[in-house]
């Protein structure tokens, strides 16, 4: 994304690096559990991996803010329901979205007509700085087909729309 395509050139090789799963996070998530000397159980773990994003980084952060809710509300063990709990807390849902991810897709859908819409006039409506947007926000709704980036804009998917719980005029009957 960011190297230019001479310097990417001269390279011998390039690669295109795959997200990694929940099972596979949730086992560096057990590994560093354990070096911060975090009690937690596999489904605690898996519920954290299923929320990183495919990203081992982020699986990281999140398990340190559940650690984070563990210990205020005196938890003595991350499983499944703590875990759980703290997402809630923390306004991450099931796929990982947090609410700048969900203002992008409710802006996309009531303010777009869910698209297409140019980047700027998502980020003005948004609030938002237009590098954040396509730095953070975008990759992740992309790889989990809830927008689509074309030439004319972004445009929500079917996938997305679901999501939100949007019902279209032509399946009320």
């Known amino acids: ?11 011998g090789m390039v690669f295109h690096l795959e997200l990694y799963t929940p099972e596979e996070i949730m086992k560096i998530i ?5 070096l911060l000397n975090i009690n937690i159980t596999e489904e605690g773990a898996y519920e ?19 650690r984070d809710y563990s210990d205020v509300n005196g938890f003595k063990i991350i499983n499944k329901e ?12 099931e796929y990982g979205l947090n609410e700048v991810d969900r203002k992008y897709l409710n802006i996309l ?4 007509k ?18 954040t947007i396509e730095e953070i ?22 996938a997305a729309k679901e999501y939100l719980g949007f019902k279209s005029k032509d399946s009320l009957f």
């Open 1 to 11: 994304g960011l190297i230019s395509p001479p310097l990417r050139d001269r390279f």
């Open 30 to 34: 057990l590994r560093d559990a354990k």
């Open 48 to 66: 954290i991996g299923k929320r990183a994003r495919g990203t081992p980084r982020i699986g990281i952060q999140l398990l340190k803010r559940v």
């Open 82 to 93: 703590v875990a759980q709990n703290a997402f809630k807390s923390l306004n991450i849902d």
């Open 109 to 112: 859908l009531n303010n777009f």
């Open 114 to 131: 869910g698209g297409p819409a140019g980047i700027e006039a998502i980020a003005t409506a948004m609030g938002e700085d237009r590098g």
């Open 137 to 158: 926000v975008e990759p992740y709704l992309i790889k989990i087909n809830f927008i689509v980036r074309t030439q004319k804009g972004r445009i929500i998917t079917t």
